[in-house]
Nanobody
Framework: VQLQACGGGPVQAGGSLRLSCATS????????MGWFRQAPGKEREFVGA????????IYADSVKGRFTISRDNAKNTVYLQMNSLKPEDTAVYYC?????????????????????WGQGTQVTVSS
């Protein structure tokens, strides 16, 4: 599977951005999709995920209430709506697809849970 993330850019604190991740190559609707981010000098961290059906989402505590993940299986696209952005949200954001189709969602995700990754899109939040 190939994933292409886009929608990043510069934004002021308190602003909003919506990232998109288009996929191709396999049955998108069969896989939980995740978003991660990586700031300079830091490890890649989990942001959130959405189940293959779109019926369940989970988020890291740091973004809960500000970020929303959604998906459009007809368009093979997953979205990350980011509101009330803070300077500490500055990072490269990556979308990823679960290693296994139709796997039940977990409560905690690690990088190794995902087998396919997009190239990342930079989000820079200025104060």
């Amino acid at each position: 599977v190939q994933l292409q993330a886009c929608g990043g850019g510069p934004v002021q604190a308190g602003g909003s951005l919506r990232l998109s991740c288009a996929t191709s190559g396999r049955d998108f609707s069969s896989y939980t999709m995740g978003w991660f981010r990586q700031a300079p000098g830091k490890e890649r961290e989990f942001v959130g995920a959405i189940s293959w059906s779109g019926g369940r989402t989970i988020y890291a505590d740091s973004v809960k209430g500000r970020f929303t993940i959604s998906r459009d299986n007809a368009k093979n696209t997953v979205y990350l709506q980011m509101n009330s952005l803070k300077p500490e949200d500055t990072a490269v954001y990556y979308c990823a697809a679960d290693r296994f189709a139709f796997r039940a969602m977990k409560n905690v995700y690690r990088v190794l849970d995902f087998g396919s990754w997009g190239q990342g899109t930079q989000v820079t939040v200025s104060s």
